[in-house]
């Protein structure tokens, strides 16, 4: 049978042994040693760190010196960073205290009610507990929805949750403002790049753009010092929006040996780089490492909105960009055989698209 027709293992809800009130964690949640985070030391960067926050309200200035000048701060967040945060994105702060509303609404429903959406590895679409299909692989202490937005072909109403009653017209809105977003912030990549305005737009399948959702729900955890949300990983596909929770810190990005916890500015988005980008912009631009650590007072969630290249389109680095002093880095691949990678193995690290590398 195909690895990805079903999960190897019996899911178990981390939701349900949160609520079990549980006070040590199952052996399948326990980090090597390399992988738990430190949280009784104080963190190694010095606390006020934290990855760029960038104004978007002058962007489309009909000023050029001052839409040139937000481009630049972006650019050097894409080369510095690979994460930022944005502010005055456009996106209503009304919309997305609700979906976010609605999303914890979800979580809180009875079990039966979350488990008619559970989902496969086929597609992952769905109610799930796991990334990776390898038994006896070490899982992180997170549940999640996962739902296809774009291409058209792929969206399936039907599969997402009919409770809380506003929830798909909830999710199709938030999409809709989340799509045009992305797309500005894909004209502003390409001029940054050198690129035609349009380059990463038509790369990505143009009107065949994909875009997908991940709502991670993180429950308190009695041992949160041996434990991750969500493993250390790069997002596989072009960009990512992330909602997340205004109260509850929980992401760290990786900055050389450190992690910096990312402190959430309330109503902004945080956007990084994924893989996709970094291969389209042979490696001008690269994807960053983060992972989730959670805590045992309070849960956290948050909303993953991946903007990626269309499935069947290859995706390779710039012809513009590739000379014989930077000769291109990756081979060309589709993304829908690139995020097999990730569907199979579960969140490891940049280890895909660093080996991937041609040998030069
Ligand atoms: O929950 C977060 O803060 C990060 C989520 C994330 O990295 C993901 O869904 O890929």
Not at 152 to 173: F, G, I, T, Y
Not at 193 to 219: Q, S
Request: proline share 8%.
């Amino acid at each position: 049978m195909n690895s990805l027709q079903s999960w190897p293992e019996p899911i178990i809800r981390v939701q349900s042994l949160s609520d079990s009130g549980l006070t040590f964690i199952p052996d399948q949640y326990v980090k090597p040693l390399a992988d738990r985070p430190s949280l009784t030391e104080p963190p190694p960067p010095p606390a006020e760190i934290n990855i760029p926050v960038i104004d978007l309200s002058q962007l489309f200035s009909p000023d050029r010196s001052i839409r040139s000048a937000t481009a630049r701060v972006i650019s050097r967040a894409c080369s510095e960073w690979g994460f930022f945060q944005v502010v005055n994105h456009g996106v209503s702060h009304e919309l997305m205290k609700r979906i976010r509303e609605v999303w914890r609404e979800f979580f809180e429903l009875p079990s039966e009610e979350k488990q008619a959406y559970a989902n496969s590895p086929a597609t992952y679409e769905g109610y799930g507990s796991r990334l990776g299909v390898e038994k006896g692989m070490k899982l992180d202490w997170s549940d999640y929805f996962f739902l296809h937005y774009l291409p058209e072909s792929l969206r399936d109403q039907n599969k997402w949750p009919s409770l809380p009653l506003s929830c798909r017209e909830l999710v199709a809105e938030y999409g809709n403002e989340l799509v045009k977003l992305c797309g500005k912030l894909m004209k502003v990549f390409s001029v940054n790049l050198g690129l035609e305005e349009d380059y990463l737009g038509k790369a990505f399948g143009g009107e065949e753009v994909a875009a997908c959702m991940r709502v991670n729900f993180y429950p308190k955890c009695p041992q949160p010092d041996l434990t991750l949300g969500l493993s250390s990983h790069s997002d596989p596909g072009g960009m990512t929006l992330l909602h997340s929770d205004d109260h509850v810190a929980g992401l760290q990005v990786r900055r050389g040996d450190d992690w910096v916890t990312v402190k959430p500015v309330p109503n902004a988005f945080i956007v990084n780089i994924g893989d996709q980008i970094q291969i389209l912009s042979n490696a001008t631009y690269k994807s960053v490492e983060h992972r989730v650590i959670v805590n045992s007072a309070k849960e956290r969630l948050s909303l993953a909105f991946f903007y990626n290249p269309n499935g069947n389109i290859l995706i390779e680095p710039a012809s513009e960009l590739v000379t014989e002093d930077s000769p291109a880095l990756y081979p060309a691949m589709t993304f829908n055989k690139y995020r097999l990678f990730i569907r199979t193995k579960g969140p490891r690290g940049k280890s895909q698209v660093e080996a991937l590398k041609s040998p030069h």
